[in-house]
DNA sequence: TCTGTCCAATTGTCTGACATTAATCGTTTG
DNA sequence: CAAACGATTAATGTCAGACAATTGGACAGA
């Protein structure tokens, strides 16, 4: 941990990213305990905001957490699934709004995507993946649902399909393109014929999960792909021309 | 942004949570200018180095960028890919590190998604993807090759494969899930047999993207996760034994 | 042995100051 | 009159020192 700083300039970050690389080697390890402020300050050569900004920049990636008291100090985070989930959501959801991605390529991302998990959804859904995506055509159909929840139904709908193909590594992935696609969804008024239209399509993708046909449930997923993109393309043209 | 802070403690990660909800619910655009430290500091109620602390978090995820001089102060940053990728990856990486997330989990993960990106990527492949394939395949057989060097070349050829599909953000997503893997990958001890298999394999993917066959891509690719699933299973069992 | 109190270590926050940077404005000069 | 140059100014970056808050452990007493 103990690299030599460019004195000069922008010494929080370097010091951010000397601790940063140790952990990501492997040299710091869970739960160990990083040296109090004072002596990473004393160690690096510089005041102890400057240490403090450097802790607070890896504690906002949750690289380490800190506790306060007399064995407190910072320490090395094991980072959770839960923790992972909302800054991958976030960094997603922000790289889509801000590089002006088109509807049609992030629709086309997260559905190849979402085709991918299918084979292994139709061999390992358990009955709460079933019950799961159940219950969120059901809330789907309920009249007087505003389209803001809709569409979060909707993600929930499609998380538990992906929860199914139970491979946390792909639920983790998932979870940015699947997410990071709601704001773009919220922008479309879903007419009641729309929505019987994806509630037909989510229950198809449904029965072919639950009757474990992979083939079934790649189609109808591509069909609701074809769909959402037809529904989005109409919003863009109406924006254009209104 | 002018939310109530709980004034008896953690002030400087509300504050950032403020931030951050006001850049991502979009009232903050990109390059707008937030108010200066003190300003922040005076509407808030605290000191400017609490401010600058949750300034400090806010930057490390990428959502701000700081500048100096008369016209200076924090921008809202506009997420290049760029900036996202190290951030996927370095998460990623960690979690599969921390979580002792097995190596048949994570290279089934991988080469799901990776299968998925196959029937785009020979649709769309341009002659630089099909160069840059090839490249990596040269090098792989180069003599005197590293382990982790050939692993590094591994993923490249990979990210590749990935960016035929013409998709960035599915090369975003897919980013995470094939460079996290390289720290799972560099256990592994290549004899010179098990990367003329490798060899062959992408081989076999970089003629079927170039004869633009998705369903060859897909069958090699799936016999690669099969045949580094095996050499996966060696070193867990060598390591078992020793 | 158990319990309550005190103490020490550590982070969280504040105050005030100075250094550094970069744009702008005014002045000076060709 | 125009262009270049220096002073001003506003902002972040860094530092020093201090105090508050919190927590665990040690120590003394019942």
């Known amino acids: 941990m103990r690299t030599k700083l460019d004195q000069t300039k922008d010494l929080a970050p370097q010091i951010a990213k000397a601790i940063r690389e140790a952990i990501v080697a492997g040299d710091l390890i869970s739960d160990a305990r990083l040296p109090s402020e004072s002596d990473l300050a004393e160690q690096f050569g510089v005041s102890r905001p400057t240490v403090r900004e450097a802790l607070k920049r890896l504690a906002a990636q949750s690289l380490i957490r800190t506790q306060r008291g007399a064995t407190g100090g910072a320490f090395v985070n094991r980072l959770t699934y839960e ?134 449930v790649e189609a109808a997923l591509s069909e609701l792909e074809n769909y959402t993109k037809s529904l989005g393309a109409q919003v863009m043209a109406e924006r254009r021309g209104g």
């Open 83 to 216: 923790e992972a989930y909302p800054q991958q959501i976030t960094t997603s959801t922000l790289l889509l709004s801000m590089n002006a991605v088109d509807f049609e390529t992030a629709c086309e991302a997260r559905y190849t995507l979402e085709r991918a998990c299918a084979p292994l959804a139709a061999k390992r859904r358990g009955p709460d993946h079933l019950a799961a995506m159940q219950a969120e055509i059901t809330r789907q159909g309920a009249p007087g649902l505003t389209d803001e929840a809709f569409c979060a139904s909707d993600v929930a709908f499609h998380r538990a399909l992906v929860d199914a193909a139970g491979n946390p590594v792909l639920s983790y992935q998932l979870a940015g393109a699947v997410e990071a696609m709601q704001p773009l969804m919220n922008m479309i008024t879903f007419t009641a014929r729309s929505r019987e239209e994806i509630i037909a399509l989510h229950s198809r993708i449904a029965d072919a999960v639950s009757a474990q046909e992979p083939a079934a």
